[in-house]
């Protein structure tokens, strides 16, 4: 790993994380420059000992699975078959549909990043672990700041910071153990109380790594719909199911329209997880297309039951939990964590359920709730830092970030800055931008726009 050079140093490109939002941008940036033959010098900050963690790829534990099929992991969609063949390199044998453990895919993200120092003699790719916490600006270019105040320049700045911590919906804080530390899930008694807050893919994780652990107590799941993710499944008849999607598509309706075309679709023999994946392609038209209070109406009724679905889980995991519940050793709560207390004797829940509020003591306590629905209460001190200067806005729904369509922050004017963003802090604008499908295609719009196509200058006088 290179040291960064004299504070007098700009760079060319400064990225703000490296899991794997960072690593791709990293790579289509790497591919784009020797493409072109064009130099480019890359600054990293990751506080993160392992390249490529993140939040959803930082546990060590095999339990951990990824919930897409090996085949569809790529981190470039020129080479769909690149993850597959790392394992196979790498003597794991796994097929293009199998699910395979996330600590291989942090393995094979950070193997790419490795491999990026030595892509191109004009790509330098340098490394400082450390927390970006400001970002100011001057005449020349981007000041990114750590906590002690030193800074660093670059020219452009990717926002690559991934699924900050979950807003503060209730009175929920970092003391409660995170889904992904292991130390957490290690220090669990094995007969104890265990509380899960939200029932989507990650308490589904952090069951997976309990039971991995031979923890034998009991858990308690509480959200507010009680909505397990759906598994994946077998596939329909793909050409009715397209046909039915582009109908859709085309039509322009309403959500309340389009709920109401889903279902007749489904009674009429079509798959609901095949109609899904075919509108993935024009989730976000459709997203663009709708008027601010039904894009608010579906966060606030709909969002629970799409995810559910949309975001599935393999069979074999989804099994671990349904036995559970059948021995009695989980239970489902449908409420809402108004307060938590912690004592030397665990930590005491209040939850409203039906208007109805009780306690509960628990051994542990683990938060999954999942991403934020509202940044501006996010826990980020670099976002705060660009929020408070002017130099970012939040989109209308203060899901995400304003930006442009090749992710560009854009001004109080709407003028499109050197400060490019990528995957969950485009949500507002996008809605589907959270998985590696899309940000591994944001990620090389941002190196095109870095890095954009040297038209061959034309001939002046005589031919």
Known sequence: MKYPRSSDTIYDVAIIGAGFSGVAVAYHLARRAAQHSQSLSCLVFEPRERIGAGVAYQTQSSAHILNVPAGRMSVDESDPQSFLRWLINNGHAYSEN??????LYQAYLSEIFNELKNDSPDFSLE???????ALEHDESAYEVKNAAGASHRARNVILAVGNSPASGEADIDSSLKSPWDQSAIDSCASDSKVAVIGSGLSAVDTILALEAASFKGHYTLISRRGLLPQPHGTHGHIETTTQTAADLVSARPTIAEMLHEFRGAIEQGVAWRDLIDALRPSTQKIWNRLPSRSKRSFIRHLRPFWDSHRHRVPVESLSVLLDLKQNGRLTSIKGRVLSHAKSSAGVTLTVQTRGRA???????????RGLWT?????????LDSIIRSGTAHYDELALGLRTDKNGKLLSAKGTPLAIYTLGSLRRGELWETTAVREIRTQARLIAESILPEQQPQRKVGNS
């Not at 199998?98 to 600590?103: A, G, S, T």
């Not at 509202?374 to 670099?382: F, I, Q, V």
């Open 358 to 368: 009780s306690t509960t003591r628990f051994d542990s306590v683990f938060d999954c």
């Open 127 to 133: 490394v400082i672990a450390e927390h970006a916490s």
């Open 374 to 382: 509202d940044l501006r209460a996010s826990r980020c001190s670099l």
């Open 98 to 103: 199998d699910f395979v453990p996330r600590p």
